[in-house]
């Protein structure tokens, strides 16, 4: 059995280099993405950039994890209670021990988006309710015209993963999802389908940094 130990900084960025190249590690290295909401969405959009190498992730959430959050977020049961941005950064330094990681445990408002998500790159929105979805697309469009946006819409129900796309709204604003099912018509919200979600909306954040969109 081979000896337990954390590997090296410089160990987990060669690993890295080998399954996903030397120059796509250098562009996730150099870059800061901030993920606004860690729920269903923004926790595994965390993880999944934090995965792929993603320099510096900044995250926001005002809310605590919550016992019916478990079947879909990536909190642990002993961690009910927890403010989120907590919970999920010891996840994170469990996982990407080496990201930079700088979290708010406040609600992002028209009024502090800037100074919250001013060093980011690019800006997922995983928020679960559409007031705050629509502020924050609308503020970044509007007041932040050098960064990409990736959104969230359609996510709920049994429905194929199939219908789950990602969709170029403008030269800097990007929706996955279904764009149609929503938890509030009754129809729940199940693990995989919303990691779907999720998964669209990393891989769209790192073709961004990558230069592939």
């Not at 992002?108 to 790159?121: C, H, I, M, Q, R």
Request: hydrophobic letters at 45%; proline letters at 3%.
């Amino acid at each position: 059995m081979r000896d337990s130990r954390e590997p090296t900084r410089e160990e987990m960025l060669a690993a890295l280099e080998k399954r996903q190249g030397a120059e796509a590690v250098r562009k996730l290295q150099a870059a800061t993405v901030a993920v606004c909401g860690l729920g269903g969405l923004g926790s595994n959009i965390a993880i999944s950039l934090a995965r792929a190498g993603v320099g510096k992730l900044i995250l926001v959430d005002f809310d605590c994890v919550d016992v019916t959050n478990l079947h879909r977020q990536q909190y642990k049961a002993n961690q009910v209670g927890m403010p989120k941005p907590e919970a999920l950064l010891a996840n994170l330094k469990e996982i990407a021990p080496y990201t930079e990681y700088e979290t708010h445990f406040e609600k992002v408002t028209a009024e502090n988006a800037e100074a919250l998500l001013g060093k980011a790159d690019v800006v997922c929105e995983a928020f679960d309710n559409a007031e705050a979805k629509a502020m924050l697309v609308n503020t970044v469009l509007e007041n932040m015209p050098e960064k990409f946006l990736v959104a969230g819409s359609g996510m709920a129900g049994f429905d194929s993963g199939n219908a789950i796309t990602t969709r170029k709204v403008t030269k800097r604003f990007y929706v996955c999802g279904d764009g149609k099912s929503d938890v509030n018509d009754g129809i729940g919200l199940v693990a995989p389908r919303v990691m779907l979600c999720a998964a669209h909306q990393a891989l769209t954040v790192i073709r961004l940094i990558l230069g592939l969109e």
